[in-house]
């Protein structure tokens, strides 16, 4: 199998012909304007996850359980960590990253509502992502979009029961243009052969049989009803920063430590959204993990005296956004 008939592959996957119609899909997916060899396997955790504070886990509502393990084991290579009837943990290394818990009588989220738009898993390298994109295609799995967003690489899929998923690799963050405060991020065509070519990878077979040991959760991406109380919670609360996106281009984006963001918030398809539904399928809580005790002892002091609901939990403590998501602050060693 060729690179250009890969290429070709990935595009069908996409349901477009061209890299320009598989641009609609990303552009969608992040809402970002125009922007002007041999795989190796480290152990050593992406930039993202070195932050002062970084994106954990994320639990979703399945009302069909066994569907989205076969997904995610299948299509990102995750393995199961735990498992019970009504519980599934899957991760990378023994690091649990996705739990899926059992709703059998969920409804399927309603269109208009605050909750996930998508998790972002973050491959350790632009390697692993090149025989991700073999996997991808050989396995005939469908694919919502590819965009090179100038501080990264990112295809996207949605997963049986419509939750969205992007798979990234970060570019080297001294590559990264910051204007101040503010990080440049686009949308352009992403260059597929590219991709290949520079790392080396064969497309004549599937070399992707499990999750790079390092794989994590790069950020995750919410919809929410208003921006402004977004930055009230996610940035005055949580103490995160504000460094892309802009109410004019209906998102903003958040992170830790000069990343390029932990948390991408917008409002394109539920704005004015209310609170979330309990009994609806989707992001069920997410985490974010902090080794800095005063971060944790911090945000939780800013959240109470802002008026947010905030409860212990072990390790940290739970708060719910101005939705109802459930974010919890964990202390990890």
């Known amino acids: 199998m060729g690179i250009n008939w890969t290429r070709r592959q990935l595009l069908r996957l996409a349901g477009t012909a061209t890299l320009s119609g598989a641009m609609a899909g990303a552009l969608k997916a992040e809402g970002l304007g125009s922007a002007g060899g041999v795989t190796t396997e480290t152990t ?24 989205l393990k076969q997904y995610y084991t299948e299509m990102l290579g995750l393995s199961v960590i735990t498992e019970a009837a009504d519980r599934v943990t899957l991760g990378a290394d023994g690091a649990p990253l996705l739990t899926l818990n059992s709703r059998p009588d969920a409804e399927p989220e309603a269109s208009g509502q605050a909750g996930l738009y998508h998790t972002a898993f973050l491959m350790p390298d632009r390697a692993d992502l090149a025989r991700w994109l073999v996997h991808v295609a050989r396995s005939q799995i469908p694919l919502t979009g590819f965009a090179d967003h100038s501080v990264s690489e990112a295809v996207y899929l949605t997963d049986p029961e419509g939750n969205g998923v992007e798979v990234y690799s970060d570019r ?7 204007a101040g405060n503010t990080v440049t991020m686009g949308s352009r065509e992403l260059n597929i052969d590219d991709i290949f070519l520079k790392t080396g990878t064969r497309t004549d077979r599937d070399e992707y049989t499990t999750a790079p040991a390092s794989l994590r959760i790069g950020h995750i991406h919410l919809r929410v009803g208003n921006l402004e109380t977004a930055r009230a919670f996610y940035a005055a609360g949580l103490g995160l920063d504000v460094v892309a996106g802009s109410d004019q281009r209906g998102a903003t984006f958040l992170s830790s430590g000069r990343y390029h963001h932990h948390i991408g918030a ?51 403590f739970e708060a719910l956004d101005p939705w109802g998501t459930r974010v919890r602050l964990l202390r990890v060693s």
């Open 172 to 178: 080297p963050q001294e590559t990264w243009l910051w």
């Open 266 to 316: 917008n409002i394109w398809e539920s704005q004015d959204a209310g609170p979330r539904q309990e009994q609806m399928t989707g992001l069920d809580w997410f985490s974010l993990h902090t080794q800095d005790e005063a971060i944790l002892a911090g945000r939780r002091a800013d959240l109470q005296a802002k008026g947010f609901a905030v409860s212990a939990i072990d390790g940290g």
């Open 44 to 67: 050593a955790l992406p930039y993202a996850l070195t932050r002062p504070v970084h994106v954990g886990e994320v639990a979703l509502r399945a009302r069909n359980i066994t569907l």
